[in-house]
């Protein structure tokens, strides 16, 4: 069974600081990775995608890696502001007909001016 | 463009009623619609794998006879929670599938928040 595990489950720092989350999965047969960002009590919104071929996607100061041999993703934000503060989510895209996405733990990030 | 709907966006209902949660792609056609819940400060969990015209696919530990997914339409699915207990409380977000070159992307709805009294 796919697990995704992100660390830190929360995340407190002040604005400006740069910082990277982490996302770890078990099963290395994926079909792509993707990022999210949930505000409390909202549906999701998509970040970035990274598909299995690729090694990082990149959008304004958002940059998402990914390394399936170590079943590993990390996303990287760059200059934090109030306003990123959500959770983040990952989710793997799983190789089959369907392309269920598994979730992530997610991490509670919390940007204080 | 590609926005998912979701209604209603909040629901109370007493105990032992049935829900209706709509799930609407009001920009383009979605041959697949996933329907996720997700409890309190917990990750989602995809409860099944809804393709229009055709039964949807449960996750394992889904009760099917439950949780009644309709997809009748490329661009409609409603997910029923029939006898509703307090321990179905929580937030049940639906997501839609573009076919073709985008077939990669859900776009995500904004959630419908049930709580059963």
């Known amino acids: 069974k796919q697990e995704v595990t992100q660390i830190p489950a929360a995340l407190s720092v002040p604005e400006g600081e740069n910082l990277v989350l982490n996302c770890s999965f078990t099963?290395?047969?994926?079909?792509?990775l993707q990022w999210f960002r949930q505000d409390p009590g909202k549906g999701l919104t998509s970040l970035l995608l990274?598909?299995?071929?690729?090694r990082e996607q990149t959008s304004g100061r958002l940059n998402a890696s990914l390394d399936k041999s170590s079943g590993r993703s990390t996303l990287y934000i760059a200059a934090s502001q109030p306003g990123d503060s959500a959770t983040y989510l990952c989710?793997?895209?799983?190789?089959?007909?369907?392309?269920?996405?598994?979730f992530g733990t997610g991490t509670r990030l919390l940007v204080s001016p | 463009g590609a926005v998912v709907s979701q209604h209603p966006s909040w629901v109370i209902c007493k105990s032992g009623t049935s829900v209706k949660i709509e799930c609407r792609s009001l920009?383009?056609?979605?041959?697949?619609m996933f329907w996720y819940r997700q409890f309190p400060k917990q990750s989602l969990m995809l409860m099944a794998t809804?393709?229009?015209?055709?039964?949807?696919?449960?996750e394992q530990g889904v009760e099917k006879d439950k949780f009644l997914i309709n997809h009748a339409s490329l661009t409609l699915s409603t997910l029923t929670v029939t006898s509703a207990h307090p321990e179905d409380s929580s937030f049940y977000i639906c997501?839609?599938?573009?076919?073709?070159?985008?077939?990669?992307?859900?776009?995500f709805g904004p959630g419908t928040r049930l709580t059963v009294l």
């Open positions: 920009d383009f056609q979605a041959t697949t």
């Open positions: 809804s393709n229009e015209g055709s039964k949807a696919t449960y």
């Open positions: 099963d290395s047969a994926i079909y792509n």
């Open positions: 990274i598909q299995s071929s690729q």
């Open positions: 997501s839609a599938r573009v076919g073709g070159v985008k077939a990669d992307t859900q776009y």
């Open positions: 989710a793997h895209c799983m190789n089959t007909g369907f392309q269920k996405l598994v």
